[in-house]
Each structure stands twice: as structure tokens, then as C-alpha cells.
């Protein structure tokens, strides 16, 4: 039988892995609001930031009751300690989605992007998801071979993006000037979606191993 | 005299204060770096976010060996977690310094953005090290009138950034796609060393006083 502090500690853990769970869902749907230009999902990801934010506070409080109590050293405290630092990416992630919904949301009823930027920016939403189900599988399995392959994939969504500013700087952008202020929003929000999704894997795998997992 | 935890607690202070004032340092030089196309700038910024990073890796350890020695409760406890997630804030805001300088180095040895905009980026650079500045005031001295004042600049800083996508967006834009997707990226890093400003001058104030500072 677990004590009791081994006990919390799993309860952290799995308070994590439910807010890894929160925000992969919340960058689908986003990706669904503004390439679909879907109303419905755009308000949603937007009032479900609000529940990640509670989440996550409700995990730090958490994290520092158990710090207070059980007084933990050693590798529980790095533990406790990388939690908090996962917990402010893992929010900032939630709040990316949140952004692209609102890009979203303030193009309704219409799509926000020229139909022939689509396919691009589902190509960034596809992969930021699967970097977000790989670092959640991180965070449930410290498996560092699945922490390697989200870097491989945060490499195929900086050549996604640096196609797209191709693109965009080339001179015969025909879109408009709100479209070409949007894309490079969407851009740099995806971007740093996959960021906090390695930088989470990559503690996750410190902690694990000792070693940074070549990311 | 004071304890040696207490004494502990006084350089975790001062190592923050010192962190705030390198990216305090780090906003102006890049805004100089690309207001005026100054490449010795930007290249110094770029180089001063590792000596940023090594800081916060420094101080984040002091914390964790704090933590671990001294066993804090209640409102020391409450002081190093809060401590914690400045250093994330300020880490980023020095790398958003750096994403500045970038902008400048790779558009050197011209300027990087067309004569006409830089009163708007020098204004959006003034008010960001002007929140710097006031930021490291609050952490010197938990003082809550100057959060105050800082949540103001924050507000003047959305005013610019409103009116320079209006400006953008505008069908007349003659600068060109680069510029655009340039002063997009700028806008935003400037905005979001706002934020970060803000947010660590609420977590002081919160801790001082257990009041959000209105902001």
C-alpha cells in the first residue's frame, strides 16, 4: 500500500495529465473554428479557458499544500517543483487556443482566411495536436522515446511555418492586408503552442532521466 | 539580526531584482536595435539572453535549495512558489528582448521597418521599458501604488498596439508583406513583455497585501 504523500503525488500527477487532456481537446477544436469558421467551437474553446485557468490553480494550490505538509526533499521536491513550472505552459497553451479561437470568432460568420490558406494552417492545427497527444502521453508514461518524436514534430510545424511566411513576404500576396496580420498571428500561436508542449515533455524526461531528451 | 533563512530569503530578493533590471537593460537596447537599425545592439541583446537564461536557472535552484533546507510554510512557502513563477515571466521577457533584436539583425544593415512607423515602435518601446522599470520599483519594494500605475502603461501599451493594426489593416498600406508580417511579430512581443511585466508586479503586489492589484 501507497503512503499517504505518495498518494498526492499520484493525485497531482493525474490532475496534470487531466489538464494536458484539456488543452489537447481545446487545440482541435480551435483549429475547427478558424478553418471551418465554426461559431460554436470558436465560443467554446473561449469559455473553456476559464476552465483551464481554474484547473490549473486548483493544481498549484495542490502542489503547495503538499509542499507545506509533507515537507518533501530530494527528487519529490524537483517533482513539485517542475509540476508548477508545467502547470504556467500547460495554462499559456490553453490561452493559445484560446487566441486562435478568438481570430475565430472575430471573423464569423465567414472563414477568416483566404480558402486556399486553409489546408496550410489544418497542416499546423493536425500537428499541434499530435505534439500535445504526444506530450500528454509523456506526461502519463515518462516514455522518452515518445518526448523525441515530439521534437521531431515540432520540427515539421517550423517548416510548416516557415513555408507559410514564404508565402506571405512573397510579393504577390494577393490576400489583403487583415488576412496577411491574422496568418502571422495564427503563425507565431501555433508556434508557441508546440514550444510549451516540448518544454513540457522535456521536463518530464529530465526529471525521468537526468538528460535532456535532445530537444 | 536576522536568521540565516531570513538572510537566504534576502538574495533570493536581490537575485530577482537583478534579473528584472538585465531585461529592463535588454527592452531598450533592442527597441534602439530596431528603431535604428543598430546591429551592435541587437547582437548584444541577442548574446545577454543566455547570461538572462543562466540567472534564472541560478535563482530557480537557490529556491529549490531554500525549499529543501529551510522546509518553509505558509507565507515564506507562498514567497518561493510566487518567486518561481516571476522567474518564468522574466525569463520570457527577455527572450521577447531577443525576438526584437532578431528582427533587427535579420533586416540589418538597413532598418528594419519603413521610416514612417518607427515613432509608433519607439512609443510601444519607451512605454514597455517604462513598465519594465516601474516592475523592478514593485519587486524593490512591494509598493502598490506603483502596480497601479504599471496596470496604466499596460493600458496605453493596448492603445498603440490597437491603432498600428488599424493602421495595418488599412487597404492604403503601402510598405509591403515583410513589414507587415514584421510589425505583427513586434507588435505582439511587445505586447506580450507587457503582460509579463504585469503579471509578476500582480504576484508581488498579491503576496504583499493578498489583494489583486486591480489589474
Chains 1, 2 share one sequence.
Not at 481545446?26 to 478553418?35: D, E, K, L, P, S
Not at 509542499?67 to 497553451?93: G, N
Not at 480558402?115 to 499530435?130: D, K, T, W
Request: charged share 25%; net charge negative; aromatic share 4%.
Amino acid at each position: 500500500m501507497r503512503d499517504r504523500f505518495h498518494e498526492e503525488l499520484d493525485a497531482v500527477h493525474d490532475q496534470v495529465v487531466e489538464l494536458a487532456v484539456l488543452v489537447t481537446n481545446a487545440i482541435g477544436r480551435a483549429t475547427t473554428a478558424v478553418v471551418s469558421g465554426d461559431l460554436g467551437a470558436a465560443e467554446e474553446v473561449i469559455s473553456q479557458d476559464a476552465v483551464i485557468d481554474a484547473a490549473r490553480e486548483d493544481l498549484e494550490a495542490r502542489v503547495v499544500a503538499v509542499m507545506a505538509c509533507q515537507q518533501p526533499v530530494a527528487t519529490d521536491l524537483r517533482t513539485l517543483v517542475a509540476t508548477l513550472r508545467i502547470c504556467v505552459d500547460l495554462e499559456r497553451m490553453g490561452r493559445l487556443a484560446r487566441h486562435i479561437a478568438e481570430i475565430a470568432r472575430m471573423r464569423c460568420p465567414g472563414v477568416p482566411l483566404p480558402p486556399v490558406l486553409r489546408p496550410a494552417i489544418e497542416e499546423m492545427g493536425r500537428v499541434a495536436q499530435q505534439i500535445a497527444t504526444k506530450m500528454r502521453q509523456v506526461l502519463e508514461t515518462n516514455d522518452p522515446q515518445a518526448a523525441a518524436e515530439l521534437g521531431f514534430d515540432d520540427d515539421a510545424m517550423d517548416d510548416v511555418h516557415r513555408s507559410m511566411f514564404q508565402q506571405m513576404t512573397d510579393d504577390a500576396w494577393p490576400h489583403g492586408m487583415a488576412a496577411a496580420v491574422d496568418l502571422t498571428l495564427l503563425n507565431r500561436y501555433y508556434e508557441r503552442f508546440a514550444d510549451h508542449a516540448v518544454n513540457v515533455a522535456g521536463r518530464v524526461i529530465f526529471l525521468a532521466t537526468g538528460a535532456h531528451a535532445g530537444m
